[in-house]
């Protein structure tokens, strides 16, 4: 057995959300999720992750998943042997996460200096608007006063346009993106495309199903389109690329912000936007995407504002803007027995 240098452990946790969302064929109403700790007898490092629901991931699944190499991790593994011993997915995010800050930790410098990147400025995020009756998601968009842009999730009924008016007549101030969730057909696609246009709508994500989206390499779309679903990991990037115009990485998705970052500077090689989004998660979740977020077009970092409850300290929403404060995550000035 090799010689245990840090200390692995791990929960589930569940995190209630204020009111259940909806969106395209599943209601959440928390976020259950996996949270990590790796300690070495002087600093910790945490991260937490939800995993990708469609991929059947659960909180069950990645624990069971991070125990399976839990050797591997104790005997010092760094964040690039990571990428070799779990595949992408909630696991390998969550231990990441925890290595990132354990590595902070241990050089006293916030992660952002640690990755080498820029200080962190405030980030545009979109609030996101579940699926319901056109009132209801009309009254949200009025009492998301303070949101500078707007995402409306979608699921291919005949309610769509009826909602996306609503909330356009509420809001007629600010942008507005459509999340599809893969619930379209083709008919609706081409019945909603002049409604998008007329309601100034600026992005569609993931109009079609994994495996169904072909047809948009035929599509002469006016409106730009996001690929979430579809893009899993760098093997997806061909296909892609010849059907939509920007990338969602997901930190869940592609398993880490060491990942992440690699991926967000092919993707813009290969000439697309980059967004980031976000599972169900607290603030723990969203200080990685934070970082990675400083490198996209496109910010979608808002999962903790459906909790009822988030982490002390948690990430700040402040007139559209995303702040997240480095005592949430990795060195802040404190050491690891205070946290």
């Given at each position: 057995m090799l010689p245990r240098l840090l200390t692995l452990s791990l929960r589930i946790e569940r995190w209630p959300l204020a009111v259940p969302f909806h969106i395209t064929?599943?209601?959440?109403?928390?976020?259950?999720?996996?949270?990590?700790?790796?300690?070495?007898?002087?600093?910790?490092?945490?991260?937490?992750?939800?995993?990708?629901?469609?991929?059947?991931?659960?909180?069950?699944?990645?624990?069971?998943?991070?125990?399976?190499?839990?050797?591997?991790?104790?005997?010092?593994?760094?964040?690039?042997?990571?990428?070799?011993?779990?595949?992408?997915?909630?696991?390998?995010?969550?231990?990441?996460?925890?290595?990132?800050?354990?590595?902070?930790?241990?050089?006293?410098?916030?992660?952002?200096?640690?990755?080498?990147?820029?200080?962190?400025?405030?980030?545009?995020?979109?609030?996101?608007?579940?699926?319901?009756?056109?009132?209801?998601?009309?009254?949200?968009?009025?009492?998301?006063?303070?949101?500078?842009?707007?995402?409306?999730?979608?699921?291919?009924?005949?309610?769509?346009?009826?909602?996306?008016?609503?909330?356009?007549?509420?809001?007629?101030?600010?942008?507005?993106?459509?999340?599809?969730?893969?619930?379209?057909?083709?008919?609706?696609?081409?019945?909603?495309?002049?409604?998008?246009?007329?309601?100034?709508?600026?992005?569609?994500?993931?109009?079609?199903?994994?495996?169904?989206?072909?047809?948009l390499e035929e599509i002469d779309c006016p409106i730009p389109l996001a690929a979430d679903e579809s893009f899993q990991d760098i093997g997806d990037l061909p296909t892609v690329a010849c059907r939509y115009d920007i990338v969602n990485l997901k930190l869940d998705k592609c398993g880490g912000l060491t990942r992440a970052l690699d991926l967000a500077a092919r993707v813009r090689e290969a000439g697309l936007s980059v967004m980031v989004g976000c599972m169900a998660g607290t603030s723990l979740a969203i200080a990685p995407a934070f970082l990675l977020g400083q490198q996209c077009n496109h910010v979608d970092l808002d999962g903790p504002i459906f909790l009822a409850h988030d982490r002390e300290p948690g990430a700040a929403y402040v007139d559209g803007l995303l702040y997240c404060p480095p005592q949430i995550w990795g060195h802040a000035g404190v050491t690891a027995s205070s946290r």
């Amino acid at each position: 057995m090799l010689p245990r240098l840090l200390t692995l452990s791990l929960r589930i946790e569940r995190w209630p959300l204020a009111v259940p969302f909806h969106i395209t064929g599943h209601v959440i109403d928390a976020a259950r999720l996996v949270s990590v700790t790796i300690a070495d007898g002087y600093h910790a490092g945490h991260g937490e992750a939800s995993g990708v629901f469609y991929l059947d991931e659960t909180p069950e699944s990645i624990a069971a998943q991070i125990e399976s190499v839990r050797t591997s991790i104790e005997a010092g593994i760094t964040r690039a042997q990571l990428l070799d011993v779990l595949p992408p997915g909630g696991a390998r995010n969550a231990v990441d996460a925890a290595l990132w800050a354990l590595e902070s930790q241990r050089q006293a410098l916030p992660v952002w200096r640690v990755a080498g990147l820029p200080a962190p400025r405030p980030l545009l995020t979109t609030m996101t608007i579940g699926v319901d009756t056109p009132h209801a998601m009309a009254q949200v968009a009025r009492a998301l006063i303070h949101a500078r842009a707007l995402k409306i999730k979608l699921d291919g009924t005949a309610a769509d346009a009826v909602r996306l008016a609503a909330i356009r007549e509420i809001r007629p101030d600010v942008p507005l993106a459509v999340d599809a969730n893969q619930g379209w057909s083709r008919a609706h696609f081409d019945a909603m495309m002049p409604v998008l246009q007329q309601l100034g709508v600026g992005m569609l994500e993931q109009p079609f199903a994994i495996g169904a989206d072909a047809c948009l390499e035929e599509i002469d779309c006016p409106i730009p389109l996001a690929a979430d679903e579809s893009f899993q990991d760098i093997g997806d990037l061909p296909t892609v690329a010849c059907r939509y115009d920007i990338v969602n990485l997901k930190l869940d998705k592609c398993g880490g912000l060491t990942r992440a970052l690699d991926l967000a500077a092919r993707v813009r090689e290969a000439g697309l936007s980059v967004m980031v989004g976000c599972m169900a998660g607290t603030s723990l979740a969203i200080a990685p995407a934070f970082l990675l977020g400083q490198q996209c077009n496109h910010v979608d970092l808002d999962g903790p504002i459906f909790l009822a409850h988030d982490r002390e300290p948690g990430a700040a929403y402040v007139d559209g803007l995303l702040y997240c404060p480095p005592q949430i995550w990795g060195h802040a000035g404190v050491t690891a027995s205070s946290r």
